[in-house]
């Protein structure tokens, strides 16, 4: 007997839609959702959020309910903060004009907080309390999503979660599935980290094998280039997982990191999209695609990396050489984000976040275990990644990059293309990231290329 897995084919009657904190702020918000999911009957397992920022100085709902448990756990009186997240919920009810019994929920809520219930479960009401009006305005069932989403004792997902949900969303009904949320064995609420809804469409999608998982916001889609650097960066029409995974890395992304995960063993798309304007493309995530015209799918950066310059004659012939070095930051608890090296030398990246104050501890264990003939420090550095599937297949890319940032006057400190070669990582001063994203940008998308990639 075999013991190859089979994959059943997803669905093409079924497509997941989460909706964003933006998209579910107020009840015009709701109206826009509400329109969306009814203009396609495959949208039929909805993952809303808790409601955003209404305005710039307006707070989220879910940092509201922060504040309750925090209050509640220094024995203070939440009454002021809980009657302003009732008057929220409340507002919108009355606003879309809808029936929906939600007092009983409420007082739930708030006499768990009073009674000593942990931040994670504060934090979740705010998902569970608005996936309860989005099922009421859109006559849809709900579900719990502590009753279907599980965590493992070490807080890793359980894969039970899949069957779960596969038994309980069926038929062509509509499901209403609060996202950010789910419970332990135990069955005691457990979030992911902030932004989890994401992950929760995403294992949504995957455990129904949904055709399309899509992610509803308040942009249209993946830009080029961060729009506070290049303010009419162009939209990516289509990109893929590794493609997007590597962008992210360097904090490009309208999605949480861990969302893929789920839908990419399944090669589930995901569909960026903007509840404003849904007409917009936005921007489709695949398994794979075929290479357009264009060099380079995107361009992302961000600053606060400090970079350590180990030398050592003869470093090639030592055996277990970086291993050593690489075990003095593991002793240390410290996550290394790059290591390109030459013959005699061996550079270390390690975000400012990670380091901490452990530099001069890092540097003396570094003396002692590899006795480094130079070790030398280079903080304020900035990382940049160009990334893009016809890179490898194009002569002259890299020429055409780093002549981009010799005339604009950007020094490449550092060098560093990873194996799969769709990218190229560059380290610049601080000073130099916005220049140099800028400079990259300009030379891959020429005057007489269209509006897109």
Same mark, same amino acid.
């Given at each position: 007997?075999? %013991?190859?897995?089979?994959?059943?084919?997803?669905?093409?009657?079924?497509?997941?839609?989460?909706?964003?904190?933006?998209?579910?702020?107020?009840?015009?918000?709701?109206?826009?959702?509400?329109?969306?999911? /009814?203009?396609?009957?495959?949208?039929?397992?909805?993952?809303?959020?808790?409601?955003?920022?209404?305005?710039?100085?307006?707070?989220?709902?879910?940092?509201?309910?922060?504040?309750?448990?925090?209050?509640?756990? =220094?024995?203070?009186?939440?009454?002021?903060?809980?009657?302003?997240?009732?008057?929220?919920?409340?507002?919108?009810?009355?606003?879309?004009?809808?029936?929906?019994?939600?007092?009983?929920?409420?007082?739930?809520?708030? %006499?768990?907080?009073?009674?000593?219930?942990?931040?994670? #479960?504060?934090?979740?009401?705010?998902?569970?309390?608005?996936?309860?009006?989005?099922?009421?305005?859109? %006559?849809?069932?709900?579900?719990?999503? +502590?009753?279907?989403i599980r965590f493992t004792n070490?807080?890793?997902?359980?894969?039970?979660?899949?069957?779960?949900?596969?038994?309980?969303?069926?038929?062509?009904?509509?499901?209403?599935?609060?996202? #950010?949320?789910?419970?332990?064995?135990?069955?005691?609420?457990?979030?992911?980290?902030?932004?989890?809804?994401?992950?929760?469409?995403?294992? +949504?999608?995957?455990a129904l094998c949904a055709s399309? $998982?899509? =992610?509803?916001?308040?942009?249209?889609?993946? !830009?080029?280039?961060?729009?506070?650097?290049?303010?009419?960066?162009?939209?990516?029409?289509?990109?893929?997982?590794?493609?997007?995974?590597?962008?992210? $890395?360097?904090?490009?992304?309208?999605?949480?990191?861990?969302?893929?995960?789920?839908?990419?063993?399944?090669?589930?798309?995901?569909?960026?999209?903007?509840?404003?304007?849904?007409?917009?493309?936005?921007?489709?995530?695949?398994?794979?695609?075929?290479?357009?015209?264009?060099?380079?799918?995107? &361009?992302?950066?961000?600053?606060? #990396?400090?970079?350590?310059?180990?030398?050592?004659?003869?470093?090639?012939?030592?055996?277990?050489?970086?291993?050593?070095?690489?075990?003095? #930051?593991?002793?240390?608890? &410290?996550?290394? /984000?790059?290591?390109?090296?030459?013959?005699?030398? !061996?550079?270390?990246?390690?975000?400012?976040?990670?380091?901490?104050?452990? !530099?001069?501890?890092?540097?003396?264990?570094?003396?002692?275990?590899?006795?480094?003939?130079?070790?030398?420090?280079?903080?304020?550095?900035?990382?940049?990644?160009?990334?893009?599937?016809?890179?490898?297949?194009?002569?002259?890319?890299?020429?055409?990059?780093?002549?981009?940032?010799?005339?604009?006057?950007?020094?490449?400190?550092?060098?560093?293309?990873?194996?799969?070669?769709?990218?190229?990582? &560059?380290?610049?001063?601080?000073? %130099? !990231?916005?220049?140099? &994203?800028?400079?990259?940008?300009?030379?891959?998308?020429?005057?007489?290329?269209?509006g897109i990639l």
């Amino acid at each position: 007997m075999s %013991d190859t897995t089979i994959t059943p084919p997803l669905n093409p009657d079924l497509v997941v839609a989460k909706f964003g904190g933006t998209s579910v702020a107020n009840a015009a918000q709701l109206r826009k959702v509400q329109n969306i999911i /009814e203009a396609d009957a495959r949208r039929r397992v909805i993952v809303p959020s808790a409601p955003g920022k209404e305005h710039s100085k307006d707070t989220k709902v879910t940092d509201l309910l922060y504040l309750t448990h925090e209050l509640a756990a =220094n024995q203070q009186s939440i009454d002021g903060v809980w009657s302003n997240i009732e008057k929220r919920f409340w507002g919108i009810v009355t606003d879309l004009g809808i029936r929906c019994d939600l007092q009983p929920h409420l007082d739930a809520a708030r %006499d768990a907080i009073v009674a000593g219930a942990d931040a994670q #479960f504060a934090a979740s009401r705010g998902e569970a309390l608005n996936g309860r009006i989005v099922a009421c305005l859109l %006559d849809a069932e709900y579900i719990d999503a +502590a009753e279907v989403i599980r965590f493992t004792n070490n807080k890793r997902l359980d894969s039970e979660t899949y069957t779960l949900l596969a038994q309980r969303i069926g038929g062509n009904g509509r499901y209403v599935l609060p996202g #950010f949320y789910g419970a332990n064995a135990h069955g005691e609420v457990q979030t992911f980290s902030r932004g989890g809804s994401d992950v929760s469409g995403a294992i +949504a999608a995957a455990a129904l094998c949904a055709s399309v $998982y899509e =992610n509803w916001t308040d942009v249209s889609g993946l !830009l080029m280039a961060d729009p506070r650097v290049v303010p009419h960066a162009m939209t990516i029409p289509e990109i893929t997982y590794r493609e997007l995974r590597e962008l992210s $890395y360097m904090g490009a992304s309208v999605l949480h990191e861990e969302a893929v995960f789920p839908v990419r063993s399944r090669a589930i798309p995901i569909h960026i999209r903007n509840t404003n304007k849904p007409d917009d493309e936005g921007t489709r995530i695949v398994a794979d695609r075929t290479p357009g015209p264009y060099l380079i799918t995107g &361009i992302a950066g961000r600053a606060g #990396f400090t970079v350590i310059f180990i030398e050592k004659a003869l470093m090639n012939k030592e055996l277990g050489f970086g291993r050593r070095v690489l075990d003095v #930051f593991e002793r240390l608890g &410290i996550n290394y /984000e790059h290591s390109p090296s030459g013959i005699d030398t !061996l550079s270390i990246v390690v975000s400012d976040e990670e380091l901490g104050n452990h !530099l001069e501890q890092v540097l003396e264990d570094l003396q002692g275990a590899v006795h480094p003939d130079r070790l030398d420090v280079y903080p304020g550095m900035a990382m940049i990644a160009t990334v893009g599937m016809g890179m490898n297949r194009q002569i002259g890319t890299a020429a055409r990059l780093f002549n981009a940032l010799a005339s604009s006057g950007v020094n490449v400190r550092m060098i560093d293309q990873g194996s799969s070669e769709q990218n190229i990582i &560059i380290g610049v001063e601080e000073a %130099d !990231l916005a220049m140099g &994203i800028k400079a990259i940008y300009n030379a891959f998308t020429p005057e007489d290329y269209p509006g897109i990639l």
